[in-house]
């Protein structure tokens, strides 16, 4: 559970009672965009805790384009948001322009939002650039009362961009994926867990762990949890975190000197003096 400064839970609070009658208001008179993206930089101030004058940009150029807002801390640019009018549905098409945004200007986070609507997409820049949908707000649904819906506001507050919290909160939502999870299930590791558990209940039985493998492959896990790029990239991801923590348990200078000890014990076992061994009398 996160945990909200007590200051910062009241402005949310505030800050959804006062504005839900204005967004209200604003659709049922179908305003327009520009009147959209001067709501939702009063929102960001006074909702989410930004500087309207210092960390609040508007018209930020992209290579000869433009991105409605952009939010910078520390001078450093942190989240594009994209713009669209109140009355407007979030289409794939808005999607793809404020991703491509991002990737030409190597940002990781991108909000699009209607005023109404608040979507927030995590920009992985692999090869090809891929992203994913981490959160949606309905801003007219929320409950000041309801702490998940704090909690909600509170991941692209100032104070929760400062404390990588939206950070976090993607890397939990990421590791209970079923891409992930999946990944896991089929790692060595948990393999050999597997088959060790399966000998208690057949000793007599030989089972290796490519057949387990091969049983949850074709079994038991769906085909859409192991292939496609967001698989691949779980499943690299865990390899990487696998080797990564097989370095830290085995240094670089414990590693060689299991190498020198293991090639050693070769060439002492190649020169060691062959035993003759005593003939049989027929």
């Given at each position: 559970?996160?945990?909200?400064?007590?200051k910062?839970k009241?402005r949310?609070?505030?800050g959804?009672?006062?504005y839900?009658p204005?967004?209200?208001?604003?659709?049922?008179r179908?305003i327009?965009?520009?009147?959209?993206v001067?709501?939702?930089t009063d929102i960001?101030s006074d909702?989410?805790?930004?500087?309207?004058?210092?960390?609040?940009t508007?018209?930020?150029a992209i290579?000869?384009?433009?991105?409605?807002?952009?939010?910078?801390?520390?001078?450093?640019l942190?989240?594009?948001?994209e713009?669209?009018?109140?009355?407007l549905?979030l289409?794939d098409s808005?999607v793809?322009?404020?991703?491509?945004y991002?990737?030409?200007?190597g940002i990781?986070?991108?909000v699009?939002s209607?005023?109404v609507?608040?979507?927030?997409?995590?920009?992985?820049?692999?090869k090809?650039i891929?992203?994913?949908?981490?959160l949606?707000?309905?801003f007219l649904?929320?409950?000041p009362?309801?702490?998940?819906?704090?909690?909600?506001?509170?991941?692209?507050?100032r104070e929760?961009i400062?404390?990588?919290i939206?950070?976090k909160?993607?890397?939990?939502k990421?590791?209970l994926?079923?891409?992930?999870?999946?990944a896991v299930?089929?790692?060595?590791?948990v393999?050999?867990?597997i088959?060790?558990?399966l000998r208690?209940?057949?000793?007599?039985?030989?089972?290796?762990?490519?057949?387990?493998?091969?049983?949850?492959v074709q079994?038991?896990?769906k085909r859409?949890?192991?292939e496609?790029?967001?698989?691949?990239?779980?499943?690299h991801?865990i390899?990487?975190?696998?080797?990564?923590?097989?370095?830290k348990?085995?240094?670089?200078d414990?590693?060689?000197?299991?190498?020198l000890?293991?090639?050693?014990?070769?060439?002492?076992?190649a020169?060691?003096p062959?035993?003759?061994?005593p003939?049989?009398?027929?």
């Amino acid at each position: 559970m996160i945990v909200i400064p007590a200051k910062v839970k009241d402005r949310l609070t505030t800050g959804i009672k006062k504005y839900q009658p204005v967004l209200v208001t604003a659709k049922s008179r179908d305003i327009n965009e520009s009147d959209t993206v001067t709501i939702i930089t009063d929102i960001l101030s006074d909702v989410f805790g930004f500087d309207k004058f210092l960390e609040i940009t508007s018209e930020y150029a992209i290579r000869g384009t433009f991105v409605d807002l952009a939010i910078k801390l520390g001078g450093t640019l942190q989240i594009l948001i994209e713009v669209k009018a109140i009355g407007l549905g979030l289409k794939d098409s808005f999607v793809k322009q404020a991703i491509d945004y991002a990737a030409n200007q190597g940002i990781e986070w991108v909000v699009l939002s209607n005023g109404v609507t608040w979507q927030i997409y995590k920009v992985s820049f692999s090869k090809p650039i891929s992203f994913d949908l981490i959160l949606e707000i309905d801003f007219l649904s929320l409950n000041p009362r309801n702490p998940d819906h704090l909690e909600n506001l509170y991941l692209l507050t100032r104070e929760g961009i400062g404390k990588s919290i939206l950070e976090k909160y993607h890397a939990q939502k990421q590791a209970l994926s079923r891409f992930f999870i999946g990944a896991v299930i089929l790692s060595n590791g948990v393999l050999t867990e597997i088959r060790k558990e399966l000998r208690k209940i057949s000793p007599d039985v030989k089972i290796d762990t490519e057949q387990i493998k091969n049983v949850l492959v074709q079994e038991v896990l769906k085909r859409d949890v192991l292939e496609g790029e967001k698989a691949d990239e779980a499943r690299h991801k865990i390899e990487k975190m696998t080797k990564k923590l097989t370095n830290k348990k085995n240094p670089p200078d414990v590693r060689q000197a299991n190498n020198l000890n293991e090639s050693i014990t070769t060439t002492d076992k190649a020169n060691s003096p062959t035993v003759a061994q005593p003939l049989n009398k027929s």
